[in-house]
């Protein structure tokens, strides 16, 4: 006879069968294919070779160039584009700036506002591969919006996205573009749980606006702020569409990031074991940021 706790406890695993059949297919599954790729080389078409670390110490080594004397990344590319994407890093506090003003804005008692905050979140439920098409065209040279508009101040704009100079900013503009509406909500729900009284309090005591924004408003949005960051962070990490789209990681690399090299390594090149173990080792660069702001930013958080 099946005791009544167990054909409660069968009945409740039954329920989280298919979810968990799925996730073992899909997820664990290929993930553990990977990690064990990662010490093959393998190209698809030929059959698996185990080589140990090499993939790794080709990806993270260095050696001594004997002419300059000077030490050399065995996978320079790696390196560049890895600074590629740490460049977009700086698009982090930018987007969470303009998000919060936004978020102020959109916090007024004003007729029609919901109309307004569904139109800053649109671009968020947007396809991304349109979104990028539509900035190609903002940003053409000749004719693109962005520069009739500066040609208009007597401003000279440049080629956006063929120039090794302004393809990462332009490609960071169109980023925060696109993900400031989901912020600015995330900044909108902090905002209306201030509680009301501590503005009534420090009006009472006399603070402006400015004080009062800077000593209650930006304190008290800190757990808000805390994961943006941290989303955020990994986010930047992973940015691969942007550049496929609208600079296929020219010019000159300049647009590459991890995610692309990723890419390009294992259905452009077919080096299937070096493209897991790059992948894996964006996952510990990414997991290690992750730890690193939820140790010191966390405690700050926590004591808001």
Known sequence: MISKKLRQNLIGFSFLAPNMLGFFTFTFLPVLASLMLCFTDWDILTEIRYIGFSNFINLL?????????????????FWKYLGNTLF????IPIGMTVSLALALFMNQKLK??????TIYFLPVISSLIACALVWRWIYNPDFGLLNSFLAKFGIRGPDWLSSTVWAKPALMMMGIWKGAGYNMLLYLAGLQGVPEEFYEASYIDGASERQQFFYITFPMLAPVHFF???MGMIGTLQIFGEAFVMTGGGPAGATTTIAYYIYNNAFQWFKMGYATTIAWVL???????TMFQWKFLGKKVHYQ
């Open 88 to 91: 977009f890093v700086l698009g």
């Open 112 to 117: 029609g506002i919901i109309v307004f905050r």
């Open 61 to 77: 080594g260095f050696h001594r160039d004997i002419v300059a004397n000077t030490l050399v990344a065995n996978d320079p590319l």
């Open 228 to 230: 943006i960051i941290i």
């Open 283 to 289: 996952f510990f660069l990414a997991f290690s940021v």
